[in-house]
């Protein structure tokens, strides 16, 4: 039979949804991020928090609930200000529109309400 491993599991949802953003976040620091702060004011520099400070965060497997919390909040407000037009609309290959930021705030979610598993920097924090 074959055993559970839901230790190692974890730490492939902590680098698929932490890694995979952390593109994001690199490419908003290499090009800027003048079209968030036009409109956002300077509020939009938060996003260097939820796409760079979370993801690496969730990388390393350090205070992973908190870090899934904001990187979540963080997809939801990239959906509400950029991906709005596409809620409740199918692309051209038929998946969802927002499917990819819908994955990333599911595995977040995931993530806050199970931690970080034991292969993490930080595992004894009520916030790992």
């Not at 491993?5 to 994001?24: A, E, Y």
């Not at 796409?51 to 969730?58: G, R, T």
């Not at 919390?69 to 509400?80: G, R, S, T, W």
């Amino acid at each position: 039979m074959i055993s559970k491993n839901t230790d190692i599991g974890l730490l492939v949802l902590r680098i698929s949804i932490g890694g995979l953003m952390l593109f994001h976040g690199v490419a908003k620091i290499l090009h800027g991020i003048s079209f968030l702060t036009e409109n956002m004011g300077a509020i939009g520099y938060a996003v260097y928090i939820g796409e760079v400070l979370a993801p690496l965060a969730i990388l390393l497997g350090w205070r992973t609930k908190i870090a899934s919390l904001v990187f979540a909040v963080n997809c939801i407000v990239a959906i509400a200000v950029a991906h709005a037009q596409d809620l409740f609309s199918i692309s051209d290959h038929g998946g969802y529109a927002n499917e990819l930021l819908m994955l990333y705030i599911l595995g977040a979610i995931a993530l806050f309400f199970t931690g970080a598993g034991k292969y993490a920097v930080s595992t004894t924090n009520k916030w790992d």
